[in-house]
């Protein structure tokens, strides 16, 4: 197991937004997220990658516990600089790309391993243009993102998380903040990368994606797992009333 | 007096002018990010402090803030402020600026979107790394405009250190009018002060275009 989520319970305020999800990835494995928006797709992918702080539960990387509920019911985490060491384990692609606009595509992919993992400029580099051109975005390298389009922008998005050389990557809505016709170019990365037996969690909304990539599918509502298991048996063959009644809205 | 006479005894006063002018810069522009990250400070009673040290600097008078600097420590300590001039001048124009300064880093930092700050997190950067790296170069970008006001602002303001008897240049134009009875001293501190804001815009319009590489 890559990471393993068990019982996560996370509220804000007063509103429960995860209730006692469990759930792990093993290695190699896509993972694909679904359910209507507000079902808490963002936050739990938040607090895997430790960006929110769970109120109760247990996150275990690589057999290592990060974060676990004391006997008080509380969930503690391990210090803050145990927590650097946990965050090398994963990466994160946002909906808004998030790139940094004051960088070049190569800066925004050398700066964090040479900043914070401590490797040399010729080793960063050689790795940022070994992915730019995995990308098919080599030439873009002097640019600065404003430059490139939303495909290209998230493309590079997933290159800089890449570059940590992270066990497990997530997604949330990759593709969701471009245009219909850039998303094919952000799916077909992915897809090259599930290809390769890297480890990643996408939460999304295209479905004949989900059911072509991934091998297994979560379909989540109000803060639970509804259902999981194979694409083809979610996807042909729902149980649950909920997940019927969500896969109907997009057969459409 | 000859013309060339009153440009030299003025000449005197514009380098007191711009010590003025150069001490303030050094001191608040440092200061005012400090200010605004304690603005932002965990503590409420920090946060209170501040808020109450930015609102006082601002709306109160400079002027009036340089008397209190100056007299001040006379009549509420009785003590000899007779080589106090020049440092009552200077705290006081540092700490007026500084909450100018803040209040427009403090806008310019809240104008980034946490998507930076989240990005930053998950690749690992430390809260001082994410600053100094990722937010702060974006923040001056942003309020390069703002400071340029500011500063022409500051150019004008130095005047103000005529309320302590300062001999800066408009300080001396004054004197030198009075005694010649002439208008030419406050045409050549006019000219003075014209000069070196066309400078600070000259100087500054640069410093922005050399941030126009991105968007
Ligand atoms: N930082 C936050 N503060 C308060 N409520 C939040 C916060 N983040 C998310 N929520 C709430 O939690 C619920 C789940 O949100 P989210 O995880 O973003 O759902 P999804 O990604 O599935 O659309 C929503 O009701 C949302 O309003
Ligand atoms: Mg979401």
């Known amino acids: 197991m890559i990471i393993e989520m068990k019982n996560i319970e996370k509220s804000f305020g007063g509103l429960e937004v995860l209730k006692d999800i469990s759930f792990g990835v093993d290695s190699g ?39 676990h509920t004391d006997e008080s019911g509380h969930a503690v985490y391990v210090s803050p600089q145990e927590l650097r060491h946990f965050r090398k384990y994963c990466g994160l692609v946002f909906q808004q790309f998030n790139l940094f606009p004051h960088y070049s595509i190569l800066k925004n992919l050398t700066d964090a391993p040479m900043r914070v993992q401590g490797l040399s400029r010729d080793e960063a580099e050689a790795t940022a243009m070994d992915l730019l051109g995995k990308m098919g975005i080599a030439d873009k390298a002097k640019a600065y993102p ?23 990557l997530f997604f949330d809505e990759p593709t969701s903040a471009l245009d219909p016709e ?51 048996d979610v996807f042909d063959n729902p149980q649950e009333e909920r997940t019927k009644q969500f896969l109907r809205v997009f057969e459409r | 007096m000859s013309f060339s006479t009153m440009l030299s005894t003025m000449s005197a006063g514009m380098l007191r002018t711009f010590l003025i002018f150069a001490l303030t810069l050094i001191g608040s522009l440092p200061l005012g990010m400090i200010v605004a990250l304690l603005r932002k400070s965990r503590f409420a009673p920090v946060r209170g402090i501040i808020k109450a040290y930015i609102s006082v600097m601002r709306g109160t008078p400079l002027m009036l803030q340089l008397l209190c600097w100056y007299f001040g420590p006379f009549y509420l300590f009785g003590w000899n402020i ?5 440092p009552a001048i200077i705290v006081g124009f540092v700490l007026n600026y500084a909450a100018y300064f803040a209040e427009i880093y403090r806008g310019g930092i809240e104008s980034i979107p946490t998507g930076q700050y989240e990005a930053a997190e998950v690749l690992g950067y430390t809260k001082f790394q994410t600053f100094m790296r990722i937010i702060l170069p ?22 103000l250190a005529f309320t302590l008897a300062y001999q800066e240049v408009f300080s001396l134009a004054k004197q ?28 500054m319009s640069r410093v922005e275009k050399s941030m126009d590489y991105y968007k």
Not at chain 1, 38 to 59: N, Y
Not at chain 2, 82 to 86: K, P
């Open chain 2, 82 to 86: 007779g080589s106090w001039r020049f």
């Open chain 1, 146 to 168: 404003y430059q490139l389009s939303g495909g290209q922008q998230q493309r590079v998005a997933i290159a800089r998380a890449l570059a940590m050389k992270p066990e497990i």
């Open chain 1, 182 to 232: 850039l998303t094919g170019e952000v799916l077909k990365v992915i897809r090259q990368l599930a290809e390769e037996k890297m480890t990643m969690v996408v939460v999304t909304h295209e479905m004949p994606f989900a059911k072509a990539v991934s091998n297994r599918v979560i379909f989540m509502d109000g803060g639970v797992i509804v259902e999981q298991g194979d694409p083809k």
């Open chain 2, 138 to 159: 974006q923040v001056i970008k942003i309020i390069m405009p703002s400071v340029t006001n500011e500063v022409i602002t500051l150019v004008k303001d130095t005047s």
């Open chain 1, 29 to 67: 494995e896509v993972v694909s997220i679904i359910g209507p928006s507000g079902s808490g797709k963002s936050t739990l992918l938040r607090c895997a990658t430790f960006l929110e702080t769970i109120d109760g539960g247990e996150i275990v990387y690589m057999g290592e516990t990060a974060a």
């Open chain 2, 176 to 203: 030198i009018s009075a005694s010649q009875t002439s208008f030419m001293p406050f045409l050549i501190a006019g000219v003075f002060y014209f000069v070196a804001n066309y400078v600070v815009e000259i100087v």
